[in-house]
C-alpha cells in the first residue's frame, strides 16, 4: 500500500509504500486485551494494613458463671475491650470486630493483590501491527469520531521532526488538513462524577498521534503540549497510544523517517 508523502510548506512531495507491518488484519479483541495489560501495569496497587483494627486485647470468656465473662449479662457475643470495672461489674466497649468503633474491615482490600494483566509477547506486536494498520483505515478512523482530512491517510515528510515551536507545530497539523480535528479536541468538559475531587476535573477529547522516529526530535517538545495530541518515538509505541480506550482507529501521523524505520529494523514484527 502506497501513500501520499506531505510536507507542511511543499505540499505533496512523493510516494512512501507502507511496511508488511501495516498490513495486519484488524483484530479489536486483541488490540483491547494489550491495552488493558498496559494500562493494568500502571496500575499501583493499594490495600489497608493488616493489622488495622486488630490493635486491642478484646477477649472475653464465654464460659458461664467465669469472672471476666459476658454469659449473663443481657449481652451481645461482640468481641469487647474492658475500659474500666469494679469488682465483676465492667465498663465494656465493642472492639475488634467489624461493625463496632475502631474494628477491622470484613474484607478490607488487600495489598497482595495482582493487578497486571499479562499479554504474550508475540499477541501483543500482533495488537500493534493490527492498531497501526487500523489507524490507515478513513472508516474507522471516523468512526472512532476523529474528523479526517480529505486527503487520509498519509505520511509527513521527515522535516516535520525538526519543528521545534509548538505554534509552527499546530500550523502543520492544519495544513494537514487537521483544522476540524484541532476544533474538535480544544472543547474541555468538566468530568461528571467524583473524578473532579480527585485529580480528574476535566475530559479532554484524544486527537491525532504523532509518531516520530528519534528520541531527540525537535517536535517532541513543540507538540507535547497540545491538549488533545500525543507525541511518540517509533520503537516506544503501544497498544493504549494507537487505541485510547480500546478503541481502535486512531488519527496517526508518521514522519516518513518513522515509517523507514518500522521497515529497516522490522519493528513489531
Known sequence: M??????????????????????????????A???????????????SDPEAGKRYSA???????????????GISRVPRKIMSHSGTRFNWVGALAPGTVGGR????????????????????????RSAMAASMV????????HAVPNVYPFVASSALEDVSRTRDAIAALRKFGMEAELERIS???????KGKARGRRYRIK??????????????????????????????????????????PGRLAVFTEAAICRIGNEGLFA
Do not use: C, T
Not at 478513513?138 to 469520531?145: D, H, M, S, W, Y
Open 206 to 247: 484524544k486527537g491525532p498521534l504523532i509518531v516520530v522516529s528519534k528520541e531527540d526530535a525537535a517536535l517532541i517538545r513543540a507538540a507535547r503540549n497540545i491538549a488533545g495530541v500525543d507525541i511518540a518515538v517509533v520503537n516506544r509505541l503501544n497498544a493504549k497510544l494507537l487505541a485510547p480506550g480500546a478503541m
Open 33 to 47: 486485551r494489550a491495552v488493558l495489560a498496559v494500562e493494568s501495569a500502571a496500575r499501583q496497587p493499594y490495600g
Open 138 to 145: 478513513p472508516e474507522i478512523v471516523r468512526k472512532r469520531g
Open 187 to 193: 472543547v474541555r468538559k468538566i468530568r461528571a462524577g
Open 105 to 128: 474491615q470484613a474484607h478490607p482490600p488487600k495489598a497482595e493483590k495482582v493487578w497486571v494483566k499479562k499479554i504474550n509477547k508475540r499477541e501483543n506486536r500482533k495488537a500493534i
Open 2 to 31: 502506497k501513500v501520499s508523502v506531505i510536507d507542511a510548506i511543499k505540499g505533496n512531495v512523493g510516494e512512501v509504500a507502507l511496511p508488511a507491518q501495516f498490513d495486519e488484519e484488524f483484530h479489536p479483541d486483541l488490540i
Open 59 to 73: 477477649k472475653l470468656s464465654r464460659r458461664r458463671r467465669n469472672y471476666k465473662g459476658a454469659y449473663g449479662h
